[in-house]
């Protein structure tokens, strides 16, 4: 299975804080990144004691800041592609919780070493009358080195809602796909819907 680099699907969605705001203030999906990781970070602030005891309980603050921001059905969609058009709607509401919560599980709790030097927001470059932007951020590793990552968002009837991500050039909605075309040709998408199933996490506020 391919692997991304950084954990940074929800953690750049949740956690990017610009060290100097947009220079634009009109600059919408950038500010919707950028008011999500305050208000992710305030909480992670105040709370990263208990979070490290009980790392479970970061998903429901994942799962309440981050998901009104991300396209779940639309980045399920692109992931499996041509397996979309001959799902049953059954099968693909049961793909899109369990995509979501496998990634919850498989990023959440990476949440818990971020702090706000580590990502910075670039400068937006684009124009967002096309329904479509990529908010360019860079994310410092523990080596110091800075790790070019991209988001990519469009407006639907909710407003901006981000999709993928890119680090390094390599999308996390491309790098999916191509793992679940070959293992649903090989089981089934049925089956595929069960495994990440029972590796996500069932997100509570207790």
């Known amino acids: 299975m391919i692997r991304i680099s950084v954990p940074a699907l929800l953690c750049g ?85 369990s995509f979501y919560h ?22 937006f470059k684009g124009d967002i009358s096309t329904g479509r932007a990529v908010v360019r951020t860079q994310v410092r590793r523990d080596n110091g080195t800075q790790v070019p990552v991209n988001y990519s968002l469009r407006k639907n009837d909710q407003g901006w809602m981000a999709y993928d991500v890119s680090i390094e050039g390599i999308s996390y909605i491309k790098s999916y796909r191509t793992d679940f075309d070959a293992e649903i040709a090989q089981k089934g998408l049925d089956a595929v819907i069960e495994r990440i199933e029972q590796q996500g996490v069932k997100v509570s506020d207790k």
């Open 13 to 97: 969605l949740s956690l990017c804080v610009a060290v100097a705001a947009p220079a634009d203030e009109a600059d919408e999906p950038s500010q919707i990144i950028q008011n999500a990781a305050n208000e992710m970070l305030k909480d992670l602030d105040a709370h990263r004691a208990e979070y490290r005891k009980d790392p479970s309980k970061v998903y429901a603050l994942v799962d309440r800041v981050l998901l009104p921001h991300f396209d779940t059905q639309y980045a399920a969609q692109q992931v499996l592609a041509k397996h979309w058009r001959t799902a049953t709607p059954a099968q693909r509401e049961r793909f899109i919780n």
């Open 102 to 123: 496998s990634l919850l599980k498989n990023y959440g709790t990476a949440l818990l070493d971020f702090t706000a030097d580590r990502l910075i927001i670039l400068p």
